[in-house]
């Protein structure tokens, strides 16, 4: 028997297109580094000299305590949708479920955005499955989240207004 009209006869068609188009999708997302591996001079640990605007990102539900934790840190939709140019990148090595990092010396009044990768095997690149799904842990700031993919820069930007503070607290994400 003809394995198409099996499905046709048997009213799975809708599953096997949805499922197409699902490989398709997460196929056809990034399979390269989520963050640069260069760590940015702009980033320090949270507890150096205070400065007048900065931006604490807190990560939680981190599972597994190896690997890097790679944080960057945006300030336009195309550095952040192509992954390029980040304004500050850190990597930090992961030694508790909760980890922060302090950006600071950043210019106030601009909206900014995060993308975090939990780098559990040090290969600097996002770990997915054969159909692109993440097999290690990433977060975006807002705890945004993508439908198929990673969220958009409007659904990430944050402003970091003039003598203020922003904290960031992301989960890590898995799937």
Do not use: R, W
């Amino acid at each position: 028997m003809n394995l198409a009209i099996f499905f046709i006869t048997k009213n799975y068609t809708p599953v096997v297109v949805f499922l197409l188009l699902f490989a398709f999708i997460f196929m056809s997302c990034k399979k390269e580094d989520l963050i640069p591996t260069q760590t940015s001079p702009q980033v320090n640990n949270i507890d150096t000299a205070e400065t007048k605007e900065y931006i604490i990102v807190k990560v939680s539900n981190i599972k597994d305590l190896k690997g890097e934790l790679k944080i960057a840190l945006y300030d336009n939709k195309y550095s952040f949708d192509n992954q390029v140019n980040p304004v500050a990148t850190v990597q930090i090595a992961v030694d508790k479920n909760v980890m922060e990092v302090k950006f600071e010396n950043l210019p106030p009044s601009k909206d900014y955005a995060i993308a975090v990768h939990h780098d559990v095997n040090n290969n600097g690149k996002l770990d997915t499955n054969f159909l692109g799904i993440p097999k290690e842990g990433f977060c975006f700031s807002n705890n945004a989240m993508g439908s198929f993919g990673p969220p958009s820069y409007e659904d990430c930007k944050f402003e970091l207004k003039p003598n203020t503070c922003v904290i960031q607290d992301l989960k890590l994400i898995f799937f």
